[in-house]
DNA sequence: CCTACCGATCGGTAGG
DNA sequence: CCTACCGATCGGTAGG
């Protein structure tokens, strides 16, 4: 009657979701079988399949979970610091750095972008488009106010920063191979250098206004 | 023989580039089988396997001549025009244009990132570092003349540029969707937005200078 | 370029 | 959560 000790079996659910993530990140969907994850995880694959019906239906959790995750930390650190020309900086450089935190939730998304459009782009528009909206509304404010170049198109910015964020955490460093001898700068610069971007292709002014 | 009619051996190599690199792309190596392949070209899967000895080596073959294509075509469409802040726009949109012809090359591209990091980091390297090298001496030659902003890193620069070119182009549709009530404003809002923060990321002032 | 065929592995089920 | 097992499909070969 003990129900503390060992693993629960909410526990095993999510290390198996864990392992899911990590092996369909780096290998993808069809290039992972669910026997791969049960031998990941320490179990049989039949008890994997008890836990999740198919192996579709763990693929839809994996990325629900992911959803989920951001949508829990994401708009904290966005919308709290989002307000000027400094704060910019620190903010959006936060968020890269807790995308790098999880490479494989990163890849994850690239991938169920690639293999299932439609699905995705419903997923991802229920779960993360309400806090897109907020954004995409403080940079109007910010072009009333004069602060933000009149020329930001406030919807596509977002999106290019979106990809660049993304894209960067995801295949930064093969990207970077195109470039540099020694066959990759440091995460630090080209994050740095994100954020540079971002910054001076949006505010009216080199220094912040008064 | 008579050796201009029908579909020469040569042709139907070409056909089975073609379609592996469309399937390839649209669902992912793993997820296409070359049985899937032999169907799409209207032949059978061993004749396939004649022609390319097994589907890695057919693999193989498709991101070689993706590689190919871009090698032969972009250098000259960029280099040709990179010099000063009115032509960068219009040479870097005819870029992104030419990689939004065929979207199924850009998603394989990224798709080979994601799938095999390190063979995809040694053959692009292998094929288009010596042209980023003369995008990099660009970018110093405009600071010391002092067209270009000083606080540029030329390496990170031209990484963040190439994610946003190819993240648009791959996946550019589904990240659309967080941000817009409609689905996804037009493809040709999210490159001028993509020209308009790299430019002016890019040049030290808004005016070129005399 | 084809027919015929192979061993291995896939996702999933039966039954406990 | 396990053992035992299944039909289907996979990449690939033999032989012509």
């Known amino acids: 009657m003990n129900e503390e000790r060992q693993s629960g079996p909410a526990d095993v659910k999510r290390r198996i979701i864990e392992e899911a993530t990590r092996l369909f990140g780096t290998q993808g969907f069809d290039g992972t079988s669910i026997q791969a994850i049960a031998d990941a995880v320490g179990i049989r694959k039949p008890s994997l399949l008890y836990h999740f019906a198919s192996k579709e239906a763990l693929r839809e959790a994996a990325v629900e979970s992911l959803l989920i995750h951001w949508k829990?930390?994401?708009?904290?650190?966005?919308?709290?610091?989002?307000?000027?020309?400094?704060?910019?900086?620190?903010?959006?450089?936060?968020?890269?750095?807790?995308?790098?935190?999880?490479?494989?939730?990163?890849?994850?998304?690239?991938?169920?972008?690639?293999?299932?459009p439609e699905t995705a782009h419903a997923r991802m528009k229920e779960h993360l488009s309400p806090w897109t909206t907020l954004l995409t509304d403080y940079i109007r404010m910010g072009q009333e106010s004069g602060t933000i170049k009149a020329d930001v198109d406030p919807a596509s910015y977002i999106i290019q920063v979106m990809v660049m964020?993304?894209?960067?955490?995801?295949?930064?460093?093969?990207?970077?191979?195109l470039v540099l001898p020694g066959g990759g700068d440091s995460m630090e610069a080209k994050v740095s250098e994100l954020v540079r971007i971002c910054r001076e292709s949006l505010f009216s002014s080199p220094r912040k206004p008064a």
């Open 165 to 177: 964020v993304i894209g960067t955490v995801a295949i930064g460093d093969i990207v970077a191979a």
């Open 72 to 116: 829990n930390e994401l708009p904290g650190l966005l919308t709290a610091h989002i307000s000027g020309y400094d704060r910019f900086s620190s903010s959006l450089t936060a968020a890269v750095e807790f995308f790098l935190e999880d490479t494989n939730r990163a890849r994850l998304t690239v991938r169920e972008m690639l293999d299932r």
